[in-house]
């Protein structure tokens, strides 16, 4: 079955820079429609950026120029890199894929997510 596994998430103060893998299993990588999400305490996951099957990308309007989304068909991983990390990127990071839909960047949108992994940025 379909599996993805988020890793790299730490803490870093703001301005640094992290990287974020997303493992994917259980499906052929490179017909995917892959994405990150976020989800800060108490607010609604939102859309970080989605990458198609032909490695075209699209941002929200607040990481753009900042993070850069990237994929590995050989190894079926999913990158985020974060630069110039501000407080306010704080959150669960999920990594998020589906077949079908690649549009808009809605967690509707997306059937299958990771567990996740944390980011904190200290101002």
């Known amino acids: 079955q379909v599996q993805l596994v988020e890793s790299g998430g730490g803490s870093v103060q703001a301005g640094g820079s992290l990287r974020l893998s997303c493992a994917a299993s259980g499906f052929t990588f490179g017909w995917y429609c892959m994405a990150w999400f976020r989800q800060a305490p108490g607010k609604k996951r939102e859309g970080v950026g989605i990458?198609?099957?032909?490695?075209?990308?699209t941002y929200s309007e607040s990481v753009k120029g900042r993070f850069t989304i990237s994929q590995d068909n050989a190894k079926s991983a999913l990158y985020l890199q974060m630069n110039n990390l501000k407080s306010e990127d704080s959150g669960m990071y999920y990594c998020?894929?589906?077949?079908?839909?690649?549009?808009?960047?809605?967690?509707?949108?997306?059937?299958?997510w990771g567990q996740g992994t944390p980011v904190t940025v200290s101002s």
């Open positions: 990458i198609n099957r032909w490695g075209g990308t």
């Open positions: 998020a894929a589906d077949q079908v839909r690649c549009g808009a960047l809605e967690p509707a949108n997306f059937a299958y």
